[in-house]
Structure formats: structure tokens, C-alpha cells
């Protein structure tokens, strides 16, 4: 059977990596990789660290493209590309544009979909904007759906998703982890060479979603400031995203403080090393939420809301919310409270086990077996 990964961002790269070695490994698969590359030096860096080489490569980054351009130049893109191998089936990840227009592309030459992380909810369609509707495009195209957890489960079938196409398999990020954090590692960033990861106490910082963009992320990186200046043995590093209007804040509020650093983003490894000799970390990505509690850190989450509930049920993240009050009283008692520090630090990631991967790939098996 062919199978065709598509993705476009960093973050399905990292949680699709593991996956498509996975795939390429199985002799009874022919694997197809098709990146659109709605990031570009972003996922280049990830295809290099886990050596992996896209058959087609649509290349749609442009400087500040919308999302109706990148909807198009997808969906256009993608088009003769699935035409020309007529794959058995399309892997998309999560939910991003590029997964919810492949998803669509492919629906439109009828080929069946398979939703990688499918089922994450906020029921917030504007939040986040526009990855919360991209999920739900995606799972009423999808024809299997990839659960990590059994409460993601639970959502798709209160959505009339047929049971048997379910599949809780944990998320492929902790895969991917486990491989990257394994590997000795040393920092080739400045910054961060110089740090004194042994008696400092480091909180990473990462914030750039565009419904945080103004009075909230204002209020964050607020809050995030008031600790650095209270908190002398605090460091705390911000690999800063792209988004000029996102450095354009991060400089206002955060600029000039001795012990707050802001550095160029960070490729995948060197994230996963900081955040393993990270303190806590506080952040607005859903990634992170299931990455870090695998590195036994807290992570103070800065949104209203979140579609992973498993973290915080489980106690390994807060939801710390966009007000500067509750964001620093809540990052002031990791650094005071020991016992509301080890609650977290050690508390059971709700993520999986690191074998999501090798259960997407039978699932596919079998599905096929009993098309056949």
C-alpha cells in the first residue's frame, strides 16, 4: 500500500518525523513524504535532524503570507502531486492549515485520510483561531483517526464518529522525545553556553499565538517580568517566534531586564535540551503541554482556555490564563512552594509511552487487510 505524509510547520514535523521513519521501515509500505513547508528554515531543521528527505516540497513560505494564501497555494500545490501518485492513503497531522487543506485536497480526488492527533478540543471555534475549526474540517474529512488519549477519543465519538475508526495510540511527540533527548547534547547558542544551569533556576518561555497577540500577551509577558525582577537566582529564556508584531511586544515589556534573555528560535534539539535543564516552563504552545511533562517539568499554560485537559487533570500543567496577576502568582508559587513544585514535576504524563507510532502504522495495516 502507498501512504503519503503530508506537513507543513514545525510542530507536525517533529510529531510526524517518528512516523514516517516508521512507515518507511515497514516493508509492506510505501511511503511518500510531501512537505508544503508553511515554515521553512523551521522544518528543514527537523527533516535534517531526523534524516529525512521530502519526495515533493511545495515551498509556499512567503513573508507575512495570510491564511487564505497559504489555504490556496496548498491546495493547488497539492493537487498534480496527488494525482500523479494516487496514494492509498493521506497522513495529516493536528491543526494547522496545511493538514486541514491536504485533508481537503485529498477528499477531493477521494482518497482516504488519516488524522494524526485527532480529537483535541477546546469548542472554542475562534480559539485557537484558526486551529481549532482546521481540526474539525479535518476530522469530518478523516477516515481514521488517531487518538492520544481516550478523552480525545471521547470527543469524536460525541461527534458521531464511528468507533471503530478510533484508534487511542498516545501522541507521537513523546516518540519523537525520547529519541532527541537520548542523544548527548551541547548548546552551540551563546546565550544559553553561558548559563548557569546548575545553580540558576531557568523558566523557558514560548509565546506567539495570534489570538494572545495585544492587551494579553501584554499582560504575560508583564507577569513575566515582575518575576525576573523579583527573583534574582531566576533566568529566563525566550527563544522568540518570528512574528515581528509578537518581537515587537516581547521588546516593550521585556527588553532591558539583565536576567530575561531573548534569543533566535531554536531548532528541535537544542528546545528539548533547554527544556530538560529548564526550571518550569511557561508557554501559549500545545506542544509543549505534552512534551515537558515528559521531561518532568511543570508547565504554567498561558491561555484561556486548552485542548489537552489531560495535562491539567493530570497535574502536570495550570492553566495560568492572560491576566498578569494570576500568570505571576501562579509562576511565583513554583518558585516558593516545594511541595506545589514536586506535585507537578512528578505527576504521570497523560501522553503515551512512546510507542504511538509502531500502533498508527498497524492500525493502517489492518485497515487495509480488512479493505482487501
Same mark, same amino acid.
Given at each position: ?12 514535523? /517533529?510529531?510526524m518525523a517518528p512516523l514516517v521513519q ?5 516493508? !509492506? ?5 510531501? @512537505?508544503?513547508?508553511?515554515? $521553512? =528554515? ?29 489555504? %490556496? ?17 493521506? #497522513? @495529516?497531522?493536528?491543526?494547522? =492549515?496545511? %493538514? ?12 482516504? @485520510? ?26 469530518? /474529512? ?18 458521531? *464518529? ?32 553561558? #548559563? !548557569? ?12 499565538? $495570534? ?10 509577558? =508583564? ?40 534569543i533566535e528560535p531554536l531548532s528541535y ?47 502536570t500543567a495550570r492553566l495560568a490564563g *492572560? ?35 509502531? $500502533?498508527? @502504522? ?9 479493505? =482487501?
Amino acid at each position: 500500500m502507498k501512504v503519503m505524509s503530508i506537513f507543513g510547520t514545525r510542530p507536525e514535523a /517533529i510529531k510526524m518525523a517518528p512516523l514516517v521513519q516508521a512507515l518507511e521501515a515497514d516493508p !509492506d509500505i510505501e511511503s511518500v513524504l510531501c @512537505v508544503t513547508a508553511q515554515h $521553512r =528554515s523551521m522544518l528543514d531543521q527537523v527533516l535534517e535532524l531526523f534524516n529525512l528527505t521530502p519526495d515533493y516540497d511545495l515551498n509556499i513560505m512567503k513573508p507575512n503570507q495570510s491564511i487564505s494564501m497559504i489555504t %490556496s497555494n496548498v491546495l493547488l500545490g497539492l493537487e498534480p502531486i496527488l494525482a500523479k501518485e494516487k496514494p492509498d492513503m493521506v #497522513l @495529516v497531522h493536528g491543526d494547522t =492549515s496545511t %493538514s486541514f487543506v491536504a485533508a481537503l485536497a485529498a477528499f477531493y480526488q477521494q482518497i482516504k @485520510v488519516g488524522h494524526v492527533e485527532a480529537g483535541l478540543r477546546t469548542f472554542d471555534k475562534y480559539s485557537p483561531f484558526p486551529e481549532e475549526m482546521n481540526r474539525l474540517l479535518t476530522g469530518r /474529512i478523516a477516515e481514521l483517526h488517531f487518538a492520544p488519549t481516550e478523552r480525545n477519543r471521547q470527543n469524536l465519538l460525541n461527534e458521531r *464518529v464511528r468507533d471503530n475508526t478510533i484508534f487511542v495510540t498516545g501522541n507521537t511527540v513523546i516518540d519523537a522525545l525520547l529519541h532527541v533527548a537520548g542523544k548527548p547534547y551541547e548548546f552551540e547558542d551563546e546565550t544559553l553556553k553561558a #548559563l !548557569d544551569f546548575d545553580h540558576k533556576r531557568v523558566i523557558t518561555v514560548t509565546c506567539h499565538r $495570534r489570538e494572545n497577540l495585544g492587551e494579553h500577551m501584554a499582560n504575560i509577558f =508583564s507577569a513575566i517580568a515582575d518575576i525576573a525582577r523579583e527573583f534574582s537566582d531566576v533566568e529566563v529564556v525566550y527563544p522568540i517566534h518570528l512574528n515581528p508584531k509578537v518581537r515587537e511586544e516581547a521588546d516593550r515589556y521585556l527588553g532591558g531586564i539583565p536576567n530575561i534573555h531573548m534569543i533566535e528560535p531554536l531548532s528541535y534539539q537544542p528546545m528539548v535540551n533547554l527544556m530538560a535543564r529548564s526550571f518550569f516552563i511557561l508557554t501559549d504552545s500545545g506542544g509543549l503541554q505534552e512534551e515537558a511533562p515528559a521531561l518532568g517539568k511543570p508547565v504554567l499554560v498561558v491561555r484561556r482556555e486548552t485542548e489537552r485537559p489531560e495535562a491539567v487533570e493530570a497535574g502536570t500543567a495550570r492553566l495560568a490564563g *492572560v491576566d498578569r496577576a494570576t500568570v505571576y502568582k501562579l509562576a511565583k508559587e513554583l518558585l516558593t512552594d516545594q511541595a506545589a513544585y514536586e506535585a507537578m514535576a512528578k505527576a504521570v504524563n497523560p501522553y503515551g509511552d512512546g510507542q504511538a507510532c509502531s $500502533r498508527i @502504522v498497524e492500525a493502517i495495516k489492518a485497515y487495509f487487510e480488512q479493505q =482487501s
